[in-house]
């Protein structure tokens, strides 16, 4: 989890802290990592509540969303803004295409303006419904895959990540 933080811009002393996080859990790894005593996974447990709430307040989000046809989108903007509260401090940008399957992510004028606002540092975090709103319905599987890879690593060239709300798990709730 620290190491999703270096993806961020930080001021100096929220570096310096990062960097002591990380050389502090370096020094208390345990012995055996296979069986850590409690307070150790107690202490790892804070520290990556701690990282996600840190990383949450500098990121700025962008919702995007491919609609089949003409259509308001503000209610799927809404339950993806929903979706990544725990995960940015705000979304910052909305952009939907709309009936454009067959286009190529490139060429779709929503995705376009939010390109810019990605590569400008507006934006660090690209939150979709699911991978497929990043391509064609009829993309097979494996290309899918390859076109997620590559829109995973130009994200990480301007320090930006993705959220795909379908992957997000459910909270998990004691009695």
């Keep these: 989890m620290l190491s999703a933080i270096d993806a961020l811009l930080l001021p100096q002393e929220l570096g310096e802290a990062v960097t002591g996080a990380r050389q502090w859990l370096e020094e208390i790894t345990p012995a055996n990592p296979l069986s850590p005593a409690p307070t150790f996974v107690r202490a790892l447990e804070h520290t990556v509540r701690i990282t996600q709430q840190l990383l949450a307040w500098h990121t700025a989000a962008a919702t995007y969303v491919h609609?089949?046809?003409?259509?308001?989108?503000?209610?799927?903007?809404?339950r993806l803004e929903a979706a990544s509260a725990q995960h940015c401090r705000h979304v910052a940008v909305r952009q939907h295409d709309v009936a454009t399957h067959g286009?190529?992510?490139e060429q779709r004028p929503g995705?376009?303006?939010?390109?810019?606002?990605?590569?400008?540092?507006?934006?660090?975090?690209?939150?979709?419904?699911?991978?497929?709103?990043?391509?064609?319905?009829?993309t097979p599987l494996a290309d899918?895959?390859?076109a997620a890879e590559a829109i995973t690593a130009?994200?990480?060239?301007?320090?930006?990540?993705?959220?795909?709300?379908?992957?997000?798990?459910?909270?998990?709730?004691?009695?």
Excluded: K, N
């Design 144 to 146: 899918q895959r390859q």
């Design 103 to 105: 286009w190529p992510l």
């Design 154 to 175: 130009w994200l990480l060239r301007y320090r930006a990540r993705q959220l795909c709300t379908d992957q997000i798990a459910p909270p998990v709730f004691l009695p």
């Design 67 to 78: 609609l089949d046809t003409e259509q308001p989108p503000w209610d799927e903007h809404e």
């Design 111 to 138: 995705f376009a303006r939010l390109r810019g606002d990605i590569e400008e540092g507006r934006v660090q975090l690209l939150v979709v419904r699911s991978a497929a709103d990043l391509s064609s319905p009829s």
